[in-house]
């Protein structure tokens, strides 16, 4: 018997007889109420009553032909086995419906802690991500049943610390949402009321929405601080600083980046997604003067794989930079304030803005997620060609090469259209 086509199946209409699929003994497709739709049927004889009985498999075309055929074959395995595959898939849908029920908010927490472990940096933030809601979720509604829980219940668990620690209370939320739409996913829950919580707590103004900023040194003051390092005694810590300032790049993605992302005649650096913070790979342009600092370290470092390496070898520790910054004073727009490297970011994307660069030039060039769905569904490019200007005038900036034009956000794309 033929194998049914991908063109026969689409020209199914409800008038037609069902077509038999030659993979699989036993499988069709029958025709559905309208035209182009059919549903997978499985007919075999029950190795357990010996009667035949018609095994729904899916609807077409949501399940395709190999998808059919897959489903299919995993069916006629439990049959060679003396299974009834329909019996088998009624008591896992009944054990499901059992556990659903049994399921706490702590068993589902633990569950869902224990899955997303090996995907997260390190150990440190595994253990708070749980922690935080053994201290403040678990007492309250640890123990309920994931099925009973309510908007209400989540929102009373958080109020203690919505207002007075509104950074954790925003991580625990999150946490919590987490827990719930995996338990969406698994059919213990309908919906996640942890979507609506915020509506049943209290609104301090700018609390709820407010980021914590990193102290960051104004943009125009960063030539002179520039100037310092690149004039100082060198160390792979002076030029690690110089060069994340250049590339507005993370710390962490800098500390651990190897020769092999690095592409200096295209003068790109591709990070993997792996080190990338929402875990999708970015390219980053390199200006000349990046080039210069990698074309240094290379010559110094001939025989590391980090291009930024420690004075032992391997990578710099993440405290390396805040140390620098610390020991040496370096001013932030904060009055007592010691500047961070995470804050020349903050400066950088002021520069970009008071010197009319497109929003979303800037935000790409910082690797930030688009939090708009609608929006973040039109992003097809990384805008590289466009950043890779934008990153060598920033330099020139950093450089002390030319001073700051502040050109209007219209002036400056009308110049770069």
């Known amino acids: 018997m033929a194998q049914l086509s991908e063109l026969k199946a689409k020209k199914i209409s409800p008038s037609d007889s069902p077509l038999a699929d ?55 395995l439990s049959i060679a086995e003396g299974k009834d595959p329909i019996a088998e898939r009624d008591a896992e849908k009944a054990s499901l419906k059992a556990s659903a029920g049994a399921m706490t908010f702590e068993g589902a927490a633990l569950k869902v802690h224990e899955e997303q472990k090996p995907a997260w940096k390190n150990a440190k933030h595994a253990d708070q991500w749980i922690n935080t809601l053994r201290e403040y979720v678990f007492p309250t509604i640890g123990k309920r049943k994931v099925a009973d829980l309510t908007a209400t219940d989540f929102a009373d668990a958080l109020r203690p610390i919505w207002l007075t620690k509104p950074e954790t209370a925003s991580r625990v939320k999150q946490r919590c949402h987490k827990v719930m739409k995996w338990c969406g996913a698994r059919g213990f829950v309908t919906a996640n009321p942890v979507d609506v919580v915020g509506y049943l707590l209290p609104h301090q103004e700018g609390s709820r929405e407010r980021t914590t900023h990193q102290p960051a040194m104004p943009w125009r003051d960063i030539p002179i601080f520039a100037d310092a390092l690149r004039t100082g005694p060198y160390s792979s810590t002076r030029a690690l600083l110089e060069f994340v300032i250049l590339t507005a790049a993370r710390s962490g993605e800098a500390r651990a980046m190897t020769w092999d992302e690095v592409d200096l005649e295209a003068k790109v650096w591709t ?11 970015h390219r980053v342009p390199l200006s000349e003067r990046t080039v210069e600092i990698l074309n240094i370290q290379r010559a110094k470092y001939p025989d590391s794989k980090i291009v930024f390496p420690a004075l032992r070898g391997g990578i710099l520790s993440d405290m390396a930079l805040t140390k620098y910054l610390r020991d040496n004073k370096v001013h932030s ?36 997620t688009v939090k708009n769905s609608t929006e973040a569904a039109y992003h097809r490019t990384d805008l590289l060609e466009q950043r890779c200007e934008m990153m060598q005038v920033w330099s020139n900036h950093v450089s002390g090469l030319q001073r700051p034009t502040a050109l209007s956000a219209s002036e400056s794309v009308s110049a770069k259209t």
């Open 22 to 76: 030659g993979t699989v003994v036993g499988l069709r497709l029958e025709p559905g109420s309208s035209k182009s739709q059919g549903k997978w049927i499985l007919r075999f004889v029950s190795p357990v009553t010996g009667k035949r009985r018609d095994m729904g498999l899916g609807s077409y075309p949501d399940v395709g032909i190999a998808d059919a055929r897959r489903r299919g074959h995993e069916a006629r």
């Open 271 to 281: 990070i993997p997604a792996a080190r990338m913070k929402a875990r999708v790979a």
């Open 333 to 368: 727009s904060e009055p007592g304030r010691t500047a961070t490297a995470h804050g020349f970011r903050s400066s950088f994307r002021d520069w970009a803005s008071e010197n009319g660069y497109p929003r979303d030039v800037a935000e790409r060039a910082l690797a930030h």
